[in-house]
């Protein structure tokens, strides 16, 4: 049986998700994916069982990373503001750092694995948003609304502005770029739409 090479099974992941992002989904396969990376087919099985196991580890182990990354530094106690600008910090660092990942999730969103990376996902990262949330709530920082209403609020704007950034370009394809000037009067805007 040969064994597992680390730097090799790191390469396997990074082109995976490079791969998801290029082909989607659908077009995604073992085949290409050993020919992004210059390996044998047979050599992928020795990591992964199959195209479902390995979307499937790739996709928990990405969520475990970037719902570590979200909670740096981050204590549910913090006052609202501070917290959020704490999530908002961690969020687009990540984003920033791991250009393909948010495409990658955005793949994941609308496939079968959904539910299943949702699983591991929410179980290391909810409870410590939710007592955050309710903290907020008691200290009469935010109104009460449906956590969706929230989430939309507190940062799609922030993954808005991330993917015009990788895109390049605005709505209108006009030409945009990130900054932190950009970064945080948007955060200051959704603030004020969160707050009493």
Not at 8 to 23: H, T, W
Not at 83 to 89: A, F, I, S, Y
Not at 98 to 105: A, E, L
Request: proline content about 4%.
């Amino acid at each position: 049986m040969r064994t597992r090479d680390v730097d090799k099974e790191k390469l396997v992941k990074q082109k995976a998700i490079e791969s998801i992002v290029k082909y989607g989904m659908e077009g995604f396969s073992m085949n290409k994916l050993a020919k992004e990376c210059k390996i044998s087919v047979a050599t992928l099985y020795i990591y992964y069982k199959d195209r479902d196991d390995l979307i499937l580890k790739i996709a928990e182990e990405e969520g475990l990373r970037m719902a570590k990354t979200m909670v740096d530094g981050f204590d549910p106690e913090m006052p609202f503001v501070d917290g959020l600008r704490v999530q908002w910090k961690n969020r687009y660092r990540h984003m920033m750092d791991n250009p393909f990942i948010g495409v990658f999730f955005d793949q994941l969103r609308t496939s079968s694995y959904h539910a299943k990376f949702m699983e591991s996902f929410k179980g290391n990262f909810e409870p410590i948003v939710t007592k955050f949330m309710q903290n907020a709530l008691k200290r009469g920082e935010i109104n009460e609304m449906p956590f969706e209403a929230y989430w939309s609020v507190a940062f799609a704007p922030l993954y808005s502005l991330i993917r015009f950034h990788n895109e390049g370009h605005s709505v209108g394809g006009m030409p945009f770029t990130m900054s932190d000037k950009i970064l945080w009067a948007t955060f200051d805007l959704v603030v004020k739409a969160l707050k009493n």
